[in-house]
Antibody
Framework: QVQLVQSGVEVKKPGTSVKVSCKASGYTFSSYGISWVRQAPGQGLEWMGWISAYNGNTNYAQKFQGRVTLTTDTSTSTAYMELRSLRSDDTAVYYC???????????WGQGTTVTVSS | SYELTQPPSVSVSPGQTASITCSGDKLGDKYACWYQQKPGRSPVLVIYQDNKRPSGIPERFSGSNSGNTATLTISGTQAMDEADYYCQAWDSSTERFGGGTKLTVL
C-alpha cells in the first residue's frame, strides 16, 4: 500500500538543527512531489515547502526561506527536511505529504514530533 | 501575503448539513482543497480541485469554489465527522492553509 513513514521523535537544543526523513513506498517516488507541513501544539497546519521528487525543484514558504532545506534521495525513495537555527517556537509535529500541486496532499506521514528546549 | 480565512467553529446536529467556508482574494480563480484532521491523527484529504473526492471519501462530502469563497459541505453529518477542517490553496508557487474550523456534531 502507498505510505510515507517518517523518522522518530527528536529533542533538540536551541540553535541546533534537525533533519527529518520521510520514506515512501507503494508508488513511483519520482512521479510526485513531497510537501512538508508542521503543526505547533494546539495550532493549525503550516506549510513549509514542497520538493519535486522528479527533478528536485523546490518552493519554500517565505517564513522559512534560508532556514529550511528540502532534499530527496531517489535511490531510497526518501525525502528529507532540515531545519536550522532551531528556536522554542519550532516545537511542533512535522508532517510530510505526497502532493502534485493543485491535486492536494493525498498521502500523509504519521508525523514527527520535534521538541526544542534548553 | 495571501490569506485564507475560516470560521473558528461550526456546530451541526446529526443528520443535518454542515457548511464550512474559506475566504480569500479571488479564491475562485485557484483550486481549493479540504482536509479533515481528528485529534492525534494526520490530516486526511477530503476534497481536491474544488469539488473532487479522493477514493474512499464518502459522498456526503462535497465542495464548491466561486468568487472569493470555497465551501465544504457535509450532508447528513455523522458523529464521526466531528473534526478540524482546513482549506488549502496554491498562490504564486506557495501554499496556504486556512486557520481551521472545528466542526462539532451535537
Amino acid at each position: 500500500q502507498v505510505q510515507l513513514v517518517q523518522s522518530g521523535v527528536e529533542v533538540k537544543k536551541p540553535g541546533t538543527s534537525v533533519k527529518v526523513s520521510c520514506k515512501a513506498s507503494g508508488y513511483t517516488f519520482s512521479s510526485y512531489g513531497i510537501s512538508w507541513v508542521r503543526q505547533a501544539p494546539g495550532q493549525g497546519l503550516e506549510w513549509m515547502g514542497w520538493i519535486s521528487a522528479y527533478n528536485g525543484n523546490t518552493n519554500y514558504a517565505q517564513k522559512f526561506q534560508g532556514r529550511v532545506t528540502l532534499t530527496t534521495d531517489t535511490s531510497t525513495s526518501t525525502a528529507y527536511m532540515e531545519l536550522r537555527s532551531l528556536r522554542s517556537d519550532d516545537t511542533a509535529v512535522y508532517y510530510c505529504a505526497r502532493e502534485v500541486p493543485n491535486d492536494g496532499m493525498d498521502v500523509w506521514g504519521q508525523g514527527t514530533t520535534v521538541t526544542v528546549s534548553s | 501575503s495571501y490569506e485564507l480565512t475560516q470560521p473558528p467553529s461550526v456546530s451541526v446536529s446529526p443528520g443535518q448539513t454542515a457548511s464550512i467556508t474559506c475566504s480569500g482574494d479571488k479564491l475562485g480563480d485557484k483550486y481549493a482543497c479540504w482536509y479533515q484532521q481528528k485529534p492525534g491523527r494526520s490530516p486526511v484529504l477530503v476534497i481536491y480541485q474544488d469539488n473532487k473526492r479522493p477514493s474512499g471519501i464518502p459522498e456526503r462530502f462535497s465542495g464548491s469554489n466561486s468568487g472569493n469563497t470555497a465551501t465544504l459541505t457535509i450532508s447528513g453529518t455523522q458523529a464521526m465527522d466531528e473534526a478540524d477542517y482546513y482549506c488549502q490553496a496554491w498562490d504564486s508557487s506557495t501554499e496556504r492553509f486556512g486557520g481551521g474550523t472545528k466542526l462539532t456534531v451535537l
